[in-house]
């Protein structure tokens, strides 16, 4: 069973950082962040592969965000720049024993486990 436990949301103004973390248990081999805003689908940000660190990320935050993991610690980690207004949303960590593909992001149903979320509300 892998347990999935984020932190770090919070309110920030439009250009600045904010970074999440999700402490996870359990074994995995693809981490991820999702996001949902109210009245839309869930969409992928970004994932990881947690044996060799191949990551992914969605074209919106290329540039911007950072996915990383500290496996001594079992946490993920997003780190996010120049927050824009629509970056604001709930952001959830995901994981799954299947491997990351560039496909992941737009299948977040294959996930199979997933935190509780987390709020991030970017003010313009």
């Known amino acids: 069973q892998v347990q999935l436990v984020e932190s770090g949301g919070g309110s920030v103004q439009a250009g600045g950082s904010l970074r999440l973390s999700c402490a996870a248990s359990?074994?995995?081999?693809?981490m991820g962040w999702f996001r949902q805003a109210p009245g839309k689908e869930r969409e992928g940000v970004a994932t990881?592969?947690?044996?060799?660190?191949?990551?992914y990320y969605a074209d919106s935050v290329k540039g911007r965000f950072t996915i990383s993991q500290d496996n001594a610690k079992n946490t993920l980690y997003l780190q996010m720049n120049r927050l824009k207004p629509e970056d604001s949303a709930m952001y959830y960590c995901?994981?799954?024993?299947?491997?990351?593909?560039?496909?992941?992001?737009?299948?977040?149903?294959?996930?199979?486990?997933w935190g509780q979320g987390t709020q991030v509300t970017v003010s313009s």
């Open positions: 990881i592969n947690t044996s060799d660190g191949i990551t």
């Open positions: 995901a994981a799954d024993r299947g491997f990351c593909n560039s496909r992941s992001l737009n299948v977040p149903n294959a996930f199979h486990y």
């Open positions: 359990g074994y995995k081999n693809c």
